[in-house]
């Protein structure tokens, strides 16, 4: 199948480019910019006036709720939000059920996701047996089945010595390991930050405390063992300031914000609003500001959907019984969108943050429209509108604090190696 491109903006992050340029395709690869290549003769035209054209995104943080929860959504459901969204990408914690332990179901997951229309999927195994905290995983024969890195999704190792362990075994094999700062104990029983808000509507706190004891940690066994890190979700000024600060003293350590943090701040709880229970929490404008600004200026590298989709069952009950999540997937773009807006930041570097640098962490080549890339490829138009309604997203997951608003930045095509995955000319 070959495909033209005409009449886009060019934005790739991976090379600086922003110009108006043509894209060729062919094989699932790209094999023109700007002109066709010797004898290109496409067998479709996709028109890109007034759309920008860049690489599919990269989201590194997406439930897909397959294995065990098929009830909450399916792999065909996301598959369908990732392409309706442009991510063309996407790693998957392990918190499913089973737990992705073992090399057969990581196999079983990878096997399932292979559909032409399905984006690529990238499983991030179990640190340790049954996310139990106790007993390490086998991360080499995981890595073997696919996996390309290794966490514990929401759910701490308790044990110091087990964490030790677990990141010098990652270590020796140069295995990234994906942690949430979190410390169990400071947070247990909490269901909302611990400030203002919770204590007016008499809800248990989590301090950011819990999240900065728990890094510090993570921080200093990152820099004894020589262990890649990556810190998921980071939700606070401290947190930000810590990374910045083992970063200059040498400790290789990356970390993600999700995408509702950007925008919401403890005060958008409002009258105990069940869709605003997130992990971690919606902490103070303080620290929302300070994500915004982390994220701008590179201190933290990507941002993710987290996008957990939950049935209406599990949101439809008092906040601190209300099952946690957002849906994100669809989102993930014209949210980054806006925030890009209003720190008046050129898209080239706004896109950056979902395409080159989170496909970096991945460590897969991904996130560019070079010559000979993998034609993963999103093409939206900046300017319309993309109103957040149960009608409109397709995951079955229609958990969102921000139902109801719209949006700018509206998903036009979504190529995955050179298919068409998403027409959005056709809704």
């Known amino acids: ?228 890190v990556h810190v998921t979700r980071i939700s606070s000024a401290a947190g930000v300031d810590m990374i910045v600060a083992a970063r200059a003293a040498g400790i290789a350590v990356t970390c993600d914000v999700a995408i509702h943090h950007l925008h919401l701040c403890e005060m958008d709880l409002g009258f105990f609003d069940a869709h605003a229970r997130l992990d971690p929490p919606l902490r103070s404008q303080r620290d929302r500001d300070a994500l915004r600004a982390g994220l701008a200026s590179g201190a933290i590298n990507a941002l993710c959907s987290d996008h957990t989709p939950v049935d209406d069952d599990g949101k439809q009950m008092p906040f601190d019984e209300a099952e946690i999540g957002a849906t994100g997937l669809e989102l993930l773009l014209p949210l980054m969108l806006k925030w890009a807006q209003e720190m008046k930041l050129p898209l080239v570097t706004a896109l950056a943050r979902v395409t080159s640098d989170p496909a970096r962490i991945l460590g897969v080549k991904a996130g560019s429209l070079a010559l000979g890339a993998a034609a993963d490829i999103c093409v939206f138009d900046p300017i319309a509108e993309f109103q957040v309604s149960r009608q409109n997203l397709r995951s079955q997951g229609k958990n969102t604090p921000f139902l109801g608003m719209e949006f700018p930045g509206r998903v036009r095509y979504t190529l995955i190696d050179g298919h068409l995955a998403f027409d959005g000319t056709l809704a």
């Not at 369908?80 to 969204?85: E, I, N, T, V, W």
Request: some cysteine.
């Open 1 to 228: 199948m070959k495909i033209h491109i005409k009449n886009g903006r060019l934005i790739d992050p991976a090379s600086k480019t922003d110009k108006p340029l043509d894209l060729f395709i062919a094989a699932g690869r790209i094999v023109g910019i700007g002109n066709a290549p010797a004898g290109f003769e496409a067998n479709s035209v996709l028109d890109a006036t007034g759309c920008i054209v860049c690489p599919g995104l990269v989201d590194l943080a997406a439930r897909l709720r397959e294995p065990g929860f098929e009830y909450k959504a399916t792999l065909e459901s996301e598959m369908a939000a990732a392409a309706a969204g442009g991510v063309t990408r996407l790693a998957c914690p392990p918190d499913t059920d089973p737990v992705l332990d073992e090399p057969g179901l990581v196999e079983m997951l990878t096997h399932r996701a292979r559909l032409p229309e399905f984006a690529h999927v990238h499983p991030v195994g179990a640190l340790t047996v049954q996310l139990d905290g106790k007993a390490l995983t086998e991360m080499a024969e995981l890595a073997e089945a696919g996996c390309v890195a290794f966490g514990q999704a929401n759910r701490a190792i308790v044990d110091t010595q087990v964490l030790l362990r677990a990141m010098m075994y990652a270590a020796t094999f140069d295995f990234p390991v994906w942690l949430q700062a979190q410390d169990p104990f400071l947070a247990r029983k909490g269901v909302a930050h611990d400030g203002e808000v919770a204590a007016r509507l008499g809800l248990a706190g989590i301090p950011v405390a819990a999240e900065t004891i728990a890094l510090a940690t993570i921080l200093h066994l990152a820099r004894e063992t020589g262990a890649r």
